[in-house]
């Protein structure tokens, strides 16, 4: 099987919690962070100028914050598919 190697080459903060993401296939994602924003790891980014921190890692090409949080880029790239299952946890780990 071929896994498709995908690197965020630029975002841009469009909404609180919401960021624009430009990928080196020429394909872009808005989205919304916030359903996602639970668990020990990412819960620290439901505060807005924590999670304004964020960057692009240059050697993983993937976005970043201060405390270690990050997403694979290809779960990013692939977000419509894999958003949903990734909010669906978030309300476990915030139900623990």
Do not use: C
């Amino acid at each position: 099987m071929i896994h498709r190697i995908y690197r965020v080459v630029d975002f841009k903060i469009v909404a609180p919690f919401t960021l624009r993401l430009d990928f080196d296939d020429s394909t872009e994602q808005t989205i919304d962070f916030k359903p996602v924003l639970a668990g020990e790891l990412y819960t620290p980014l439901g505060n807005v100028e924590l999670f304004n921190r964020v960057r692009i890692d240059p050697e993983l090409h993937t976005l970043v914050w201060p405390n270690g949080a990050d997403f694979d880029p290809a779960a990013l790239h692939d977000w419509p598919l894999l958003g949903p299952v990734f909010a669906e946890r978030a309300k476990r780990w915030q139900a623990v």
